[in-house]
């Protein structure tokens, strides 16, 4: 964690690009991911005295790419290896290398082209059918559906904590890479720079300890070298 890990990828946890008219992000931390995250940040804090020696790690990924019954469809794969070798630029100082571990698994499936839910047991199916162990296994759908069952949504991975080593990327916010970024921070247990909830206070911007309201280390993602981040989009603002 920290500036090793967290200062490349949490520059897209908290303001980043999507699709028009689509739900950034669909990765929900509960009051339980909030109290094991707080755990797991006091533990490291504890943990670490002194800033921790780089290592390069190569983590392997695989593509599912999901398309029509007929095989038609679905998102590319050479495309996806251009916004692969940028996010591993973006992360080369701290230190991950991703890289496509073999060749694409392509699902052709109609009912799953038309769209998946996240928590569904379509979802379910999917990941037990084809996810494999040993590396990230991304899976690229047309239509991603937040849990709610309304709001089309970019993309959700699940929390280190959590179990299933995989996330979902809705094909209309693949191309720039932030969405891919923004949900591999997830996986490796990364917050929004903006949470809040019953557990965890939103932070105030002051990174000055001397100042009364000082608290980002107690608030939002727990971590006081990321910016602060009010959470403002195009879907709560006039303009950006």
Not at 57 to 69: A, C, D, F
Not at 90 to 103: I, M, P, Q, S, V
Not at 112 to 140: K, P, W
Request: hydrophobic share 40%; with cysteine.
């Amino acid at each position: 964690m920290k500036k090793l890990i967290l200062s490349s990828v949490i520059l897209l946890l908290g303001h980043w690009a999507g699709a028009q008219n689509i739900k950034l992000c669909g990765t929900d931390a509960s009051p339980l991911d909030d109290s094991i995250y707080m755990a797991k940040v006091a533990q490291f804090n504890a943990d670490t005295t002194t800033p921790p020696v780089l290592v390069t790690r190569y983590v392997p990924v695989i593509y599912h790419i999901i398309r029509q019954s007929d095989g038609t469809g679905g998102a590319v794969a050479d495309a996806l290896d251009d916004v692969l070798a940028d996010i591993s630029e973006k992360l080369d100082t701290a230190g991950f290398n991703f890289f496509r571990c073999e060749e694409p698994n392509y699902i052709d499936a109609d009912d799953y082209f038309a769209g998946v839910t996240q928590g569904s047991l379509m979802e379910s199916d999917i990941v037990g059918d084809h996810a494999r162990s040993g590396a990230i296994n991304i899976f690229f759908v047309p239509k991603l559906i937040d849990d709610n069952g309304i709001d089309t949504i970019c993309g959700f991975a699940r929390f280190p904590w959590q179990g299933g080593n995989y996330l979902f990327i809705n094909n209309e916010c693949a191309a720039d890479g932030s969405t891919l970024l923004h949900q591999i921070g997830h996986y490796f247990g990364l917050y929004h720079t903006h949470h809040a909830s019953s557990v965890i206070d939103a932070e105030h911007v002051t990174r000055m300890q001397t100042d009364t309201c000082y608290n980002c280390a107690t608030a939002g993602d727990l971590l006081c070298d990321t910016e602060a981040d009010p959470g403002l989009s195009a879907l709560n603002v006039d303009a950006m």
